[in-house]
């Protein structure tokens, strides 16, 4: 602390100097304490203060940190969003975006509508052809075709709603999706095309280029949402937006309830089961007649799905709910050699659900342990349960299985599925039973680190200016105005706000001969990073050896502004003291907000630049 504070003494006269402080006592900047110097004076302790208060008097409102506004968990969430993804938009679920989701019984499609055949138009289940004709009307709907997989919501709920909102690199999915506590359809108006009124929302954000997603879901002490008007995003619109904000928490659920990713988790924002009615899945084959008819088509794209694929779950609230199964989720390897080559599958309920519904065979553990016998129980009960909602049609009519060995989703190949025997070795890779046959690897990525390989950022153009001292000023002060540009190119999100620079501050005597400092003179990474930093006031604090100023913004974005977009480098500007005949020297350190448990990522690269301030002299 003694030697932070003496660099304090050294670049902070000036400030105290300005705010009326002339008789200050200069302290001259060594290294490490002389022989008998006294350890942590006052005096240091008072040039170390006036040093950061001048500091954040010369360079307002642009030491922040992103989403840092709020404590409030949906604000919060909802601005760590924004500084990773961008802009959210709003849930529209009555938007000409929207898709209604098909329900299909016994190879046709249904919905409820006025029975015009009997007295009083009854509402009731009518069901028509791919050709559009209404082949009979039912009262009930115990079953589908392609009932849900969640296991939550209602297994062959009608009229749910999906939409997709596409900027650049960067995907939103909003769900509207009516079900109730049955999970049982019935003749309620609630199940018609024309009432807004449904009782799951969810958000999901996806950045197709850097794999990062992020999950949001309605409240669940509500059990009504209305999708006639638009949902604000979480955390408004952006941070000025306090009527948005203030709506958006009685929206969104604070607690993360639903486990989002342990379905949501293949690489991709989509689960892709016949129940989500893409053409690709759930049907003979993509061009047959009902396929044609009935389903959405390419909606939901198909895109690659490598294991070795970045993918990152953005949300410090949401992280720090599911740490552990995100820390524990793996992909996995068929040992059979079956069901890899086009997707990935998870120790999560992508292999151990959804998996288990694709090949038509009941989860199983060869030798489990207790837990996973509890867990193997309940997943056995759920897969009854949407078995026995599911059409003897579906059953005999060629859907189900919906994926086969070899053809895949081509159902029209006449494929035997998926064997017992290797049903048996999959299932025990999927609930992590297995070994080395089963290729495990971490399914989420680390958060990258500024300047990574290939990771696409850059700092550049670091330079110091050396400036004629501030009206008010003794003599020998200087200012010392240091510069440099940054570009966040990571996603290709121009509005990407997960970016700020630590700056590290040294001082000491120029040298005789005036050579440049060696490396090791400057301050260290370890000091930029602030690991161990001793606060001061503001954004200043001590580290080690070194004054460190953190979370610097680029130029104009002041605290609590969204961005304007750009892809370009940002530039950047700090001022900052000066002595005359003393060396200043700088270390600049890009620092990503991760938003998830691993809190901070910090670039390795070298970037120092120093200044010799030479009396009567401006270099």
């Known amino acids: ?93 009555d938007s000409e975006q929207m898709k209604v989701i098909p329900v299909e019984v016994d190879g046709n499609v249904v919905d409820l509508e006025p029975n015009p055949m009997k007295p009083g138009h009854p509402l009731e289940f009518e069901h028509r052809n791919e050709s559009g004709k209404v082949v009979k009307w039912t009262a009930t709907l115990p079953k589908c075709d392609k009932p849900s997989l969640t296991g939550s919501t209602t297994y062959c709920g009608l009229n749910s709603r999906v939409v997709r909102v596409v900027r650049g690199n960067v995907e939103w999915l909003f769900l509207c999706r009516k079900s109730n506590f049955s999970q049982e359809v019935s003749t309620d108006p609630y199940w018609t095309r024309s009432d807004p009124r449904f009782s799951v929302f969810g958000t999901i954000g996806f950045n197709r280029k850097s794999g990062e997603i992020v999950f949001f879901d309605g409240r669940k002490d509500r059990s009504e949402f209305d999708w006639s008007k638009p949902f604000i995003p979480p955390g408004g619109r952006n941070y000025s937006d306090e009527v948005g904000r203030a709506e958006a928490k009685k929206i969104y659920d604070p607690t993360f309830q639903i486990s989002c990713h342990a379905c949501h988790d293949n690489k991709s924002p989509y689960v892709i089961d016949p129940h989500i009615e893409q053409s690709r899945v759930g049907f003979r084959s993509a061009g047959d007649s009902r396929s044609t008819a009935f389903s959405l088509g390419d909606f939901l794209p198909d895109r690659p799905r490598l294991p070795g694929a970045p993918f990152r779950v953005v949300g410090s609230s949401y992280t720090g709910t599911y740490r552990n199964e995100l820390s524990q989720a793996r992909t996995v390897e068929d040992p059979t050699g079956n069901c890899t080559s086009c997707h990935t599958l998870t120790t999560q309920v992508t292999g151990r659900r959804f998996a288990a519904d694709a090949a038509g065979h009941e989860p199983t553990v060869t030798s489990p342990s207790w837990v996973q016998l509890l867990e193997l129980n309940e997943e056995q009960i759920v897969y009854a349960e949407i078995a026995a909602h599911r059409t003897d049609w579906a059953n ?149 050896s070194s004054l460190l100023i953190q979370n610097v ?67």
């Open 553 to 619: 913004s680029f130029a104009g974005h002041t605290k609590w502004s969204d961005p304007t977009p750009s892809m370009l480098p940002r530039s950047f500007q700090i001022d900052l003291p000066g002595e005359c005949n003393r060396r200043t020297l700088i270390r600049l350190v890009p620092k990503r907000f991760c938003f998830d448990q691993s809190e901070a990522a910090f670039s390795e690269a070298d970037h120092l630049i120093y200044a010799d301030v030479q009396c009567g002299e401006l270099r």
């Open 396 to 544: 005999g009519g060629g859907i189900h299985p919906w994926m086969l060995p070899g053809s895949g989703n081509d159902l029209s190949s006449g494929a035997p599925p998926l064997s017992l025997e290797d049903w048996r070795k999959l299932s025990d890779c999927l609930w992590g039973a297995g070994g080395a046959e089963c290729g495990y690897r971490p399914l989420y990525t680390r958060c990258p680190a500024p300047e990574a390989q290939d990771e696409g950022s850059l700092l550049a153009d670091a330079k110091i200016q050396v400036l004629p001292p501030p009206p008010g000023a003794e003599v020998n002060t200087r200012i010392l105005r240091v510069s440099w540009t940054f570009r966040n190119s990571y996603g290709g999100v121009p509005e990407r706000d997960d970016i700020r620079i630590n700056v590290a501050v040294g001082a000491g005597a120029i040298p005789a001969t005036g050579d440049p400092p060696q490396s090791g003179q400057y301050p260290s990474i370890e000091q930029a990073k602030g690991t161990d930093v001793e606060a001061i006031s503001g954004p200043v604090g001590s580290s080690g």
């Open 1 to 93: 602390m003694r030697s932070v504070a003496l660099i304090a003494a050294v670049l902070g006269v000036a400030f105290l100097l300005l705010s009326g402080a002339v008789g200050l006592r200069h302290v001259a900047f060594v290294s490490t304490p002389q022989a008998g110097e006294r350890q942590g004076s006052d005096q240091d302790d008072l040039d170390s203060k006036s040093f950061a208060d001048a500091v954040t008097r010369w360079n307002p409102d642009i030491f922040w940190a992103p989403a840092s506004k709020s404590a409030d968990v949906v604000t919060r969430s909802g601005d760590e969003a924004r500084a990773v993804f961008g802009p959210i938009p709003d849930g529209d679920c």
